[in-house]
């Protein structure tokens, strides 16, 4: 069915608000989403859970910190995603800094890293999104760029 689309993904997320307030709370799922990554990689599928919480510092301002725990469902794979956001939106531009941690098994050693989106809105529910990430892999440095759009329900 994939086959063609070297890298690809895909993901359906729903989220439920449990405190919407200055300080909020949600928490959500992926109902099993699809990658791959490298080409001629087998597609591999995963169960997604997440909490998020953010405080507004002021209407244009805020931190927000996720944790999320994956695990695979066609191969043997458990996530600890940890990251702490800082938003800040300029008009119709939106910039989304991030450090961030992860634990796999199916990595040596624990990663972190850096990354830094920009979101550009190009309507009310459409945005088109530019995400650069730096991360550190033992001893090894990895570095991408990614495009996007981004369509809300």
Do not use: C, W
């Not at 895909?10 to 989403?33: C, H, N, Q, W």
């Amino acid at each position: 069915m994939l086959d063609g689309f070297t890298p690809s993904n895909y993901m359906l997320i729903a989220r439920y608000k449990i405190f919407d307030k200055k300080f909020k709370i949600s928490v959500g799922t992926e109902f099993p989403g699809g990658y791959r990554v490298l080409k001629n990689e087998e597609y591999k599928s995963r169960n997604v859970h997440e909490i998020r919480s953010s405080y507004a510092i002021n209407s244009k301002t805020k931190l927000s910190l996720l944790y999320m725990h994956g695990e695979g469902r066609n191969f043997n794979m458990s996530n600890n995603f940890y990251a702490l956001y800082f938003h800040k939106i300029f008009k119709k531009i939106t910039t989304t800094s991030q450090i961030y941690t992860l634990n796999s098994t199916l990595l040596n050693e624990s990663m972190m890293g850096i990354a830094q989106k920009v979101s550009f809105k190009l309507g009310v529910k459409l945005n088109l999104n530019l995400f650069f990430n730096s991360s550190i892999d033992g001893e090894e440095y990895i570095s991408n760029k990614t495009i996007g759009l981004e369509f809300y329900l």
